[in-house]
């Protein structure tokens, strides 16, 4: 399978652990994104990569959460002391370099549980 | 004012129906609009690009009106497997290079009956 890939699929963690998930995308692709969804919205943007540079970050990101893309090839999204509201299906996507990366495909999602 | 905002849903229509989904953005200078499909637990897939000129895949058109920054989705002879949520996406210019980021409405359900 060449499409975007996450791991773990399913996370539960207790309140104030930390959780790292990965997110592998296409391979010719060299930007890549990160979402939450949570139920009956639509997903929210927090952060993007252009190969291994992180170019934006959303408000909502706050300082426990950190992502990183040092190879400009996979990537990871940390979140430290988990909280309650930080239950969520955490997106990845990628899209290639043409038409101004508009495209996204993504990746099957992380579903967050903290307890 | 959300930046994209859709019909609120959900969307219950029979086999066989047309279905229609609009779409509003508050920035006039959004360069970009998408529908994409998602699924019930699934991740977003891309439906369509919508242009312009408006354009047609199948049983979709989706059209674009700049003036009254609205966009719209036909869903014509629906199938049980178009249930779904439909969600609007919006570009807006980022930067003075090609990275736009994506805006996203909450998405419309629909769901086909029998």
């Known amino acids: 399978d060449t499409g975007v890939s996450q791991d773990p699929r399913h996370k539960i963690t207790k309140r104030g652990q930390n959780v790292t998930f990965r997110c592998d995308p296409i391979?010719?692709?060299?930007?890549l994104y990160w979402y939450r969804q949570t139920l009956g919205q639509g997903p929210e943007f927090l952060t993007y990569?252009?190969?291994?540079?992180?170019?934006?970050k959303s408000r909502l990101l706050s300082d426990r959460f950190s992502a990183e893309r040092p190879k400009g090839s996979f990537s990871t999204l940390e979140i430290q002391r988990t909280e309650q509201g930080d239950s969520a299906m955490y997106l990845c996507?990628?899209?290639?370099?043409?038409?101004?990366?508009?495209?996204?495909?993504f990746g099957p999602g992380t579903r967050l549980t903290v307890l | 004012r959300k930046e994209v905002e859709q019909d609120p849903g959900p969307f219950n229509v029979p086999e066989g129906a047309t279905v229609a989904f609009n779409c509003t953005y508050s920035?006039?200078?959004?360069?970009?609009f998408f529908w994409y499909r998602q699924d019930c637990r699934k991740e977003p897939k891309l439906l369509m690009s919508?242009?312009?000129?408006?354009n047609e895949d199948g049983r979709f058109t989706a059209q674009l009106n700049r003036a009254s920054q609205y966009i719209s989705l036909l869903i014509r002879d629906s199938k049980l497997s178009d249930s779904a949520t439909y969600l609007c996406?919006?570009?807006?210019?980022?930067?003075?290079?090609?990275?736009?980021?994506?805006?996203w409405g909450l998405g419309t359900s629909l769901a086909v009956n029998p």
């Open positions: 996507a990628s899209s290639p370099p043409v038409r101004g990366g508009l495209e996204q495909f």
């Open positions: 391979s010719e692709h060299n930007r």
């Open positions: 990569f252009q190969n291994e540079a992180q170019l934006e």
């Open positions: 920035n006039s200078a959004s360069q970009s």
């Open positions: 919508v242009y312009s000129s408006g």
């Open positions: 996406v919006v570009s807006l210019s980022h930067n003075a290079g090609n990275n736009r980021k994506l805006i």
